[in-house]
């Protein structure tokens, strides 16, 4: 193969650019050609201009959040006559091979994509986590240090007014962000898709903290369980206590990755151009047991991400 593109899509994920950079450089290492697509799946277009990456069109974007190459929701992607066109696009521009940066929407459009001839590997990249076949997604970890941040300053007002606090947090159908950051944040409550929450226990919980003496009180829910304002709302008509709610929304998506996902980010570019060295296309690349390997693009939206409800059980346990 000597002629391959790169594309990110869906939602952006900090440690995009270290996988754009690595399947850049890998590439360029097999003496390929690797050309750069804006705009995911929207970019593949007549109208779009694809770019050549050198060995330095990658220099210092490794630390940087986003993606360099712009990204887009493109639901007109799910329709054949615009895959086609994509396809035809691709090969009149010689491109051989194609790598998808992105979450589970975007792998239908990739195999989509590798049905029609055109041979594409993906790479795992969401703060959702929600991906089935993989371990990790690139973006979740800098996403979980990015709430415990706000969370540690959350505390601190917290305490000082003797207040729950409320924060929403991302997850648009699953707790996997909800669940890890609440529990490195020491949350007395953590609300997730996933588990019907008990709200009479969860303030029972928060009026036993207060008699012994506790100053303020966390919860973290996922808005895919609920709205932040809708439980703030309940446990202060439950409770009588004082609450205030913050959503974080974006800001959870920005920001400089973490090493985790600068490290995952550059293992999993260099393995999605090796896939396609050796023919091995239609494939995910995967983190397992710590260990990089691939799984087929089809389990990315059809297999079943098991939410790990031990470590639930354990946020019961240790939040009191
Ligand atoms: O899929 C990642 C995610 O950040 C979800 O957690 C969130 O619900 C969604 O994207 C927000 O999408 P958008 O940026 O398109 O509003």
């Given at each position: 193969m000597q002629k391959i593109a790169v594309l990110t899509s869906g939602g952006d994920a900090p440690g995009m650019n270290a996988a754009i950079r690595a399947v850049v450089r890998a590439g360029l290492y097999h003496r390929m050609e690797v050309y750069g697509i804006e705009r995911?799946?929207?970019?593949?277009?007549?109208?779009s201009k694809m770019k050549p990456f050198s060995l330095?069109?990658?220099?210092?974007?490794?630390?940087?959040?986003?993606?360099?190459l712009h990204t887009a929701r493109a639901?007109?992607?799910?329709e054949k006559a615009v895959q086609e066109k994509a396809v035809r696009y691709l090969r009149e521009a010689g491109i051989e091979g194609l790598v998808v940066i992105g979450g589970g929407g975007s792998f239908r459009g990739a195999h989509a994509l590798q049905d029609l001839g055109i041979k594409t590997v993906g790479i795992p990249a969401t703060i959702?986590?929600?991906?089935?076949?993989?371990d990790r997604s690139i973006g979740f970890d800098t996403a979980v240090n990015t709430i415990l941040d706000a969370i540690n300053r959350l505390r601190d007002t917290a305490t000082s007014h003797e207040r729950i606090f409320i924060v929403e947090v991302m997850g648009r159908k699953s707790g996997f962000i909800a669940l890890a950051a609440g529990i490195a944040g020491g949350a007395e409550a953590i609300i997730v898709p996933e588990i019907e929450p008990d709200l009479d226990q969860i303030c029972r919980r928060l009026l036993e903290g207060i008699d012994r003496k506790k100053t303020h009180s966390l919860i973290l829910v996922a808005e895919g369980a609920a709205s932040a304002y809708a439980i703030g709302e309940t446990v202060h008509q439950k409770t009588g206590l004082e609450t205030r709610v913050t959503v974080l929304g974006h800001v959870q998506r920005g920001g400089t990755p973490s090493a985790v996902d600068r490290l995952l980010g550059s293992r999993m570019g260099a393995a999605a151009v090796e896939l396609l060295r050796r023919d091995s296309s239609g494939m995910m690349t995967a983190l397992r047991d710590d260990e990089i390997t691939a799984v087929s693009l089809v389990e990315s939206f059809t297999g079943e991400k098991v939410f790990p409800k031990n470590l639930y059980e354990l946020s019961l346990v240790l939040a009191r």
């Open positions: 995911g799946f929207a970019g593949l277009s007549s109208e330095g069109s990658v220099a210092g974007i490794i630390h940087r959040g986003g993606t360099i639901p007109e992607f799910k959702d986590q929600d991906i089935p076949g993989t």
